[in-house]
């Protein structure tokens, strides 16, 4: 396991204000599912095979991330309403997800992941996902300010990842799902 990505999952898990915990887990869950499903793994398969080096690497996984984001908030039928907890719960667990894809790109190209592909990750990630729902910056933040302000008792433990497929091993079978 990646350090780095392993600390960064971390610092975002425990980011996630208390009220958008519960879609934040769910997107996190529905993400891991679509990424590492027997139905859908090919798709990261050919990701991964369009990664030449570490230039291909940010463009590849924030598209792949940001696509998978898009397509759980047309199956979970996600009001277009900006003011909806899915919104402001996808930027975080998109990347999640995106440290997730790192490490398996790391594993199956050999490419170390470094604090500049994660940050440059995270920037094209939210920078695409803010394009993709019609959320500016702003919006965001501002969600976050009212879910602290609003927030009774600092966060208790870690996210419970139960129930969320782990990624294969480069070049091990997918498990059935």
């Given at each position: 396991m990646n350090q780095l990505l392993d600390?960064?999952?971390?610092?975002i898990e425990q980011s996630v204000p208390e009220q958008f915990q519960q879609p934040f887990l769910s997107i996190v869950t529905a993400g891991k599912k679509l990424m590492w499903s027997d139905e859908t793994f090919h798709f990261v398969e050919e990701y991964v095979q369009g990664i030449q080096g570490p230039e291909d690497l940010v463009p590849k996984v924030a598209t792949g991330v940001v696509k998978g984001i898009a397509?759980?908030?047309?199956?979970s039928k996600a009001p277009p309403d900006m003011e909806d907890p899915f919104y402001a719960?996808?930027?975080?667990?998109a990347l999640v997800l995106a440290c997730d894809a790192l490490e398996y790109v790391e594993s199956a190209k050999k490419i170390p992941i470094?604090?500049?592909i994660v940050s440059a990750t995270t920037e094209a990630g939210v920078r695409d996902l803010s394009q993709t729902f019609g959320i500016t910056p702003e919006h965001l933040k501002q969600a976050y300010e009212q879910a602290q302000q609003s927030q009774r008792a600092p966060q208790e433990g870690m996210m419970d990842r139960a129930g969320a497929p782990?990624?294969?091993a480069a070049g091990a079978p997918v498990p059935e799902a």
């Amino acid at each position: 396991m990646n350090q780095l990505l392993d600390k960064t999952r971390k610092q975002i898990e425990q980011s996630v204000p208390e009220q958008f915990q519960q879609p934040f887990l769910s997107i996190v869950t529905a993400g891991k599912k679509l990424m590492w499903s027997d139905e859908t793994f090919h798709f990261v398969e050919e990701y991964v095979q369009g990664i030449q080096g570490p230039e291909d690497l940010v463009p590849k996984v924030a598209t792949g991330v940001v696509k998978g984001i898009a397509i759980i908030a047309n199956e979970s039928k996600a009001p277009p309403d900006m003011e909806d907890p899915f919104y402001a719960a996808a930027f975080p667990a998109a990347l999640v997800l995106a440290c997730d894809a790192l490490e398996y790109v790391e594993s199956a190209k050999k490419i170390p992941i470094t604090e500049d592909i994660v940050s440059a990750t995270t920037e094209a990630g939210v920078r695409d996902l803010s394009q993709t729902f019609g959320i500016t910056p702003e919006h965001l933040k501002q969600a976050y300010e009212q879910a602290q302000q609003s927030q009774r008792a600092p966060q208790e433990g870690m996210m419970d990842r139960a129930g969320a497929p782990a990624p294969p091993a480069a070049g091990a079978p997918v498990p059935e799902a």
